[in-house]
Structure formats: C-alpha cells, structure tokens
C-alpha cells in the first residue's frame, strides 16, 4: 500500500492564481481530511469528508474547495490564491470509527508559497 | 479556551533523562485519546493511543484523567532520536474529526 499520498511536494504560486492540491489514499478509508500547519498555529482543519459524496467544512474553509466523488481522492482547491495561503498542506485519512483501529494517516504534506 | 492545549516548550533535556508532557482537553464527552508525533518537516504520525487504564509501549507511558480532562506522556531514557514535536489529539464522538493540540516541543542534547 502506497498509503496517503499528495501532489505536488511544493508549490509556488502568485496571488491570485487557482490550483488543485491532490491527494489519494489505497486503504479503502471513508474518512478523510485536509489540514494546513503554520508556525505556531498548529494544524487546523480546513475541510473534511466521511464518504464519497459528503464533505464538511472545517475551523478554516474560507478559500478552499473541496469534493468527493471516488472513496480514493479528496482534492483541494484554492480558488484565488492570497499568500495568507502560504503553508504546508496535510491530507489524512482513517478507517470508520469502530473499525478496530483510530489510526489517522498523513501524506507527506504539500508545501505551498504564494507571493 | 482552546479544546485541547499543551504547553508548547520547547523542552531541552539531556540523553537519559525522563520527561513528562501534559495535556488538558475541555470537552468531557471526548471519547479516544492519542499522542502523535511530528518530525520536523515530516508529517504527523502515530506515537500511541491512550486508554483509561493507562498503558506503556517500550519507555514511553501514556496516562489519562477522565475526571480531570488530563492526558500525560512520560519517555523514559531520552534519545536523541526522540527529538520531536509530540501532539496531543482527542476525538470527541462517532466520526468527527481529530482535534489536535499545538504540540509540545522535544530536544534531546548528547
């Protein structure tokens, strides 16, 4: 299993531009989450989804999009960048509750600058 | 008041030396507890989960305080590989998501 994975790796974009963060995971998990982390803040939720087809907002979704159609890939979408963006992106996902285990996993981050 | 809060550190302590972290949690219908670990630059992974009954994995024991919304880790022997940022996470109920404290920051000195 390739687990979490995210791409790009890195990411520079100017302000006011538009990309998609991707992320997919091989473990059949219906839950899964997309975090940004910035010095001192910690990692905040920005968007969530617990199955194809549903997803919620997080603490910080403003300028964020996201959808859910396969179990396997919950994209990110920033729409218009602004370098408050600058950050580094987690995607994670974990089984459903009650599923044995809690174990939340992470992709290896996406580091996204944007000037 | 943040839902869950760490102090953030950073703690320097020498190799061998035992080191406790705390963590307090404000919702009391929270219903799993884990400790987490970061490297720096590395995404978040799983150190532990915490159990009512307290539990140990090797030097690391985690402990938890129903009554008073505690969670605590305690390393024994610190390495130098030890050197992390260690996050504190509760879940509160069915399937909502993770919340994660700020982390407390680790360094191990030779």
């Known amino acids: 299993n390739a687990g979490v994975t995210q791409t790009p790796k890195f990411q520079v974009l100017k302000t006011g531009q538009s990309m998609t963060l991707q992320c997919a995971q091989d473990?059949?998990?219906?839950?899964m989450s997309w975090y940004r982390q910035d010095p001192g803040m910690g990692l905040r939720l920005i968007h969530y989804?617990?199955?194809?087809?549903?997803?919620d907002q997080g603490e910080v979704p403003n300028g964020y999009n996201v959808s859910r159609s396969t179990t396997e890939d919950f994209p990110l979408r920033l729409l218009s960048a602004a370098p408050s963006q600058t950050s580094v992106y987690f995607c994670?996902?974990?089984?459903?509750?009650?599923?044995?285990?809690?174990?939340?996993?992470f992709g290896p981050g996406t580091r996204l600058t944007v000037l | 008041r943040k839902e869950v809060e760490q102090d953030p550190g950073p703690f320097n302590v020498p190799e061998g030396a035992t080191v406790a972290f705390n963590c307090t949690y404000s919702?009391?219908?929270?219903?799993?507890f884990f400790w987490y670990r970061q490297d720096c630059r590395k995404e978040p992974k799983l150190l532990m989960s915490?159990?009512?009954s307290g539990n140990e994995d090797g030097r690391f024991t985690a402990q938890l305080n129903r009554a008073s919304q505690y969670i605590s880790l305690l390393i024994r022997d610190s390495k130098l590989s030890d050197s992390a940022t260690y996050l504190c996470?509760?879940?509160?109920?069915?399937?909502?998501?993770?919340?994660f404290g700020k982390g407390t920051r680790l360094s191990v000195i030779a």
């Open positions: 994670a996902s974990r089984p459903p509750t009650g599923g044995g285990t809690d174990t939340q996993y």
């Open positions: 473990m059949n998990h219906e839950y």
């Open positions: 989804s617990v199955g194809a087809g549903i997803t």
């Open positions: 919702n009391s219908a929270s219903q799993s």
């Open positions: 915490v159990y009512s």
């Open positions: 996470v509760v879940r509160n109920s069915g399937n909502t998501p993770l919340v």
